[in-house]
Nanobody, 121 residues
Framework: VQLQASGGGLAQTGGSLRLSCAAP????????MGWFRQAPGKVREFVAR????????EYADSVKGRFTISRDNAKNTVYLQMINLKPEDTAVYYC???????????????WGQGTLVTVSS
């Protein structure tokens, strides 16, 4: 499945954004869905993932309590609601799909171009 992330932009510290992940031509309900991010000069890191039904979620410690991953299988879309944003959240955010409950980037595929989130201080 090929995925398209959108919704990024510029936010101030303490602000919020909601990212969306669509799968044109695919079906997200068949997959565990995850969000990852990559800041300039850093490796891609796990942010959050959600199970097939939407009840099994996991978050990176750095975003726990601030980010919420959700999915609407009827709309074939996955979301990442981000609140209380911090400058260290600045990164390109990617969504990806997996066949297993994992937080390892190597278990995920369908990476699109990502969407840039910039948080100003």
């Amino acid at each position: 499945v090929q995925l398209q992330a959108s919704g990024g932009g510029l936010a101030q510290t303490g602000g919020s954004l909601r990212l969306s992940c669509a799968a044109p031509g695919g079906t997200v309900s068949n997959y565990v869905m995850g969000w990852f991010r990559q800041a300039p000069g850093k490796v891609r890191e796990f942010v959050a993932r959600i199970g097939w039904s939407g009840r099994n979620t996991e978050y990176a410690d750095s975003v726990k309590g601030r980010f919420t991953i959700s999915r609407d299988n009827a709309k074939n879309t996955v979301y990442l609601q981000m609140i209380n944003l911090k400058p260290e959240d600045t990164a390109v955010y990617y969504c990806a799909a997996a066949r297993t409950l994992s937080r390892l980037a190597g278990d995920f595929g369908g990476w699109g171009q990502g969407t840039l989130v910039t948080v100003s201080s």
